[in-house]
């Protein structure tokens, strides 16, 4: 059974950056689209990017510019890299497929950016 565990969260001030991790204990992950989430205070949980098992990238408006998504098939773990961070992007972060699965949901990481 494929479990995901997230890492990386922390607290930091505005402009700054993050590398969030996300490690697969399954070969599955190599050969799916994965992607990271994101749950703010009182908010739905969104999709912020997504990668394909070739490289291929998407982002979330809010975060184009400053969030890079990877993935390193040999490692079983995809990216988050977060910079020139805002208080806006204080959330729990969560990795997952894309679309996700419910099963796969772990405990995410926290970041929080203060202003």
């Known amino acids: 059974q494929v479990q995901l565990v997230e890492s990386g969260g922390a607290s930091v001030q505005a402009g700054g950056s993050l590398r969030l991790s996300c490690t697969a204990s399954?070969?599955?992950?190599?050969?799916?689209?994965m992607g990271w989430y994101r749950q703010g205070p009182g908010k739905q949980r969104e999709l912020v990017a997504g990668?394909?098992?070739?490289?291929?990238?998407n982002y979330a408006d809010s975060v184009m510019g400053r969030f890079t998504i990877s993935r390193d098939n040999a490692k079983n773990t995809v990216y988050l890299q977060m910079n020139s961070l805002k208080p806006e992007d204080t959330a729990v972060y969560y990795c997952?497929?894309?679309?996700?699965?419910?099963?796969?949901w772990g405990q995410g990481t926290q970041v929080t950016v203060s202003s």
């Open positions: 399954g070969s599955i992950f190599n050969f799916i689209p």
């Open positions: 990668i394909t098992r070739g490289g291929t990238t």
């Open positions: 997952n497929t894309d679309p996700a699965q419910l099963r796969l």
